[in-house]
């Protein structure tokens, strides 16, 4: 499946963002997503995770408690809205289709996914 992000830009210290990453197929029902990021001269970082109904999530420390990742399987759409947002969430945010069905994975390894998408760019200002 294609996945393509959108909802990035540049906000203020403390504002909000909903990022959004749009599957072509329904080739994402069975699999976790996640959302990972890559600050200007840094590594991959993963950032969010959740189960292919959406009951269960898992995020970084980095993040939790204003982040909130949530997926809507009819429009084969994963989200993360962004709340609180601080000049160290300055990063290109990726969505990421885990490769094995059902199989919750929170890491950056490649070898994890089989579809990432293009990346949206979040910039925070303080």
């Known amino acids: 499946a294609q996945l393509v992000e959108s909802g990035g830009g540049s906000v203020q210290s403390g504002d909000s963002l909903t990022l959004t990453c749009a599957a072509s197929?329904?080739?994402?029902?069975?699999?976790?997503m996640t959302w990972v990021r890559q600050a200007p001269g840094k590594g991959l970082e993963w950032v969010s995770s959740?189960?292919?109904?959406?009951?269960?999530?898992r995020y970084a420390d980095a993040v939790q408690g204003r982040f909130t990742i949530s997926r809507d399987n009819e429009k084969n759409t994963l989200y993360l809205q962004l709340d609180s947002l601080k000049p160290e969430d300055t990063a290109m945010y990726y969505c990421?289709?885990?490769?094995?069905?059902?199989?919750?994975?929170?890491?950056?390894?490649?070898?994890?996914?089989?579809?990432w998408g293009q990346g949206t760019q979040v910039t925070v200002s303080s």
């Open positions: 990421a289709k885990v490769k094995a069905p059902y199989k919750m994975v929170t890491t950056t390894q490649r070898d994890d996914y089989d579809g």
């Open positions: 959740i189960s292919v109904r959406g009951g269960t999530t």
């Open positions: 197929t329904s080739a994402t029902h069975i699999v976790c």
